[in-house]
């Protein structure tokens, strides 16, 4: 099986390659410039038209949105046990990518760009929603990860998508110290040779796209 990873510093694309890493998989990750542009070509836009990352590659075949290659990943893969083995918890595990996904990560993107969504309105003021609604979600995190090392009993692909949007957040102008189980979950997790692996890429790559 061949397996590559369209990727792009600092993007949620972070996620499938911890989760590859953690399943122990093959796989090539293929960086993508996208301030330069680059997944806006178009043998971009045939892979994703959408031109986001992450698009995962399989054999030939593509795979796009987060949620949807996490959950390949952690099918294809099952002794890493990416996904917890309860049908319920399983579900309640896919619903939390969801989260990620479409509660907290549109938010960071108004937060870190409010003029694209604004038009002629006060940047200022999407981002100050935008804020509030990340804020809303932590809160949602410190009652989940209350007493917990992990959303469930051990390490799954939720943990790793839950740590990309935190560590979004640390890199905005954010007070983040009303959160202090998401803080030490988020430690915890950046501690894994997973994690430890792709910080160690995304510094090549940047340096690759003379980025800092």
Not at 92 to 97: E, G, K, P, T, V
Not at 170 to 179: K, R, W
Request: with cysteine; charged share 25%.
């Amino acid at each position: 099986m061949k397996i590559a990873l369209a990727y792009a510093p600092t993007t949620c694309a972070l996620v499938p390659f911890v989760n590859l890493t953690e399943a122990g998989a093959e796989f090539e990750p293929v960086p993508i410039d996208t301030h330069r542009g680059q997944n806006r070509t178009a043998e971009y836009l045939r892979l994703n038209p959408l031109h986001k990352v992450p698009v995962l590659i399989v054999d030939g075949r593509v795979l796009t949105e987060n949620v949807a290659i996490q959950i390949w990943i952690a099918r294809t893969f099952p002794a890493a046990h990416l996904l917890p083995p309860d049908a319920w918890e399983e579900v309640q595990a896919i619903s939390l990518m969801a989260w990620c996904a479409s509660g907290i990560h549109p938010h960071l993107a108004r937060y870190h760009g409010p003029a694209r969504y604004c038009g002629d309105a006060d940047p200022a003021a999407v981002r100050d929603i935008a804020k509030e609604m990340v804020f809303e979600n932590f809160h949602k995190a410190e009652d989940l990860l209350r007493d917990r090392e992990f959303f469930f009993d051990r390490f799954t692909a939720v943990d790793s998508y839950f740590f990309w949007c935190f560590r979004r957040a640390t890199e905005f102008s954010l007070d983040l110290s009303g959160f202090p189980n998401c803080a030490r979950h988020f430690a915890g997790i950046a501690e894994r040779r997973s994690v430890q692996k792709a910080f160690a890429y995304e510094r090549e790559v940047k340096a690759l796209f003379g980025r800092t």
